[in-house]
């Protein structure tokens, strides 16, 4: 099992990957860092990314509808398992990692556009969410 770094490192084998980031949605705080930064400040972006990934996991409008065989399970996740931003030149891929982490964390991938795939950077990430260790 991978930890932040090896997971960071991983990541930025991904075709277009420009930078990537573990970050802690409710306080902004990057917990590990690797590549460029979009706008050139890694605190900043942290920050900036932690808003976007607390007002997606907060709105309820985008949990998933309750299913009364999950019970506990869903609870201990995030609400949205992922979110994908994506502007002229560039996708950023914001991935939850789940209760492993207090649910409070997620990945934070920053692709170009004409060399990334974002298809197998979405899935690739969530391989990454699944068996990231805090180390």
């Not at 705080?29 to 808003?51: F, M």
């Not at 201990?76 to 409070?104: C, K, M």
């Not at 991938?109 to 969410?129: C, D």
């Amino acid at each position: 099992m991978p930890g932040i770094d090896e997971c960071l490192l991983e990541a930025m084998r991904l075709p277009g990957a420009r930078g990537a980031a573990l970050i802690d949605w409710m306080s902004g705080l990057a917990l590990g860092t690797v590549g460029e930064s979009p706008g050139g400040d890694q605190e900043a972006a942290a920050v900036e990314a932690a808003e976007i990934a607390r007002l997606a996991a907060e709105q309820r409008a985008f949990a998933p509808d309750d299913d009364p065989e999950d019970g506990a399970a869903a609870d201990a996740d995030p609400p949205v398992e992922d979110l994908i931003v994506s502007n002229r030149d560039s996708y950023h891929v914001l991935r939850f990692v789940g209760a492993s982490f207090d649910g409070s964390v997620f990945l934070h991938l920053w692709l170009a556009r004409a060399e990334g795939n974002l298809a197998l950077a979405r899935i690739r990430l969530g391989e990454m969410a699944e068996r990231l260790v805090l180390a």
